[in-house]
């Protein structure tokens, strides 16, 4: 159990038959009336976030996510494939489960497969990968008066920007958290 007043950032915890964590969290002592703790907690299984306030002594059951590393092994329709890497069990998690930024894992890549009881709610892609460029437009010499980018076309599909430097084939570093590149590699 964890008391409210207890509180600190990546807490997870169960209410209202859900499971959240704490994104941000602040203990507020009033010059008049009890103190309380206002947080902003997002649900980990829908991903949604709400702002909400706590009485100091309110308890809830801890909640235990597990965070385990699996292997990226291939999709089939709506499914992908994750193999564990220590008993060759392979785990299928939906489409609807993956994030926006799985768009950067190629097959045989290491991910973190995100549990709660058992059931499958998410996919942690590395959070820096390397990739191959395959396509993108040439750049034009002397065009460089400011940070200007080009879009590029990754090996697994994904489109982002690029300096005008990069050219096709480049192997480039690429942070999945917010689809910017980073550098060659």
Known sequence: MVSAGDFRNGVTF????????????????????????????????????????FNPTEK????????????????????????????????????????????????????????????????????FVVLQVTQTDPGFAGNTATNATKPATLETGAEIKVPLFIEEGEMINVDTRTGEYMSRA
Do not use: W
Request: proline share 5%; aromatic share 12%; with cysteine.
């Open 14 to 53: 169960e209410m209202d038959g859900n499971v959240f964590q704490i994104v941000e969290f602040q203990h507020v002592k009033p010059g008049k009336g009890a103190a309380f703790v206002r947080a902003k907690i997002k649900n980990v299984i829908s991903g949604g976030v709400v702002e909400r306030t």
């Open 60 to 127: 809830y059951p801890t909640a235990v996510i597990e965070r385990k590393d699996m292997e990226y092994s291939y999709s089939d329709g709506g499914l992908y494939y994750f193999m564990d890497q220590e008993t060759y069990d392979m785990v299928p998690v939906n489409a609807s489960d993956l994030g926006d930024n799985f768009k950067f894992v190629k097959e045989n890549m290491v991910c973190k497969i995100l549990s709660y009881k058992g059931s499958v709610f998410g996919v942690e892609p590395p959070n």
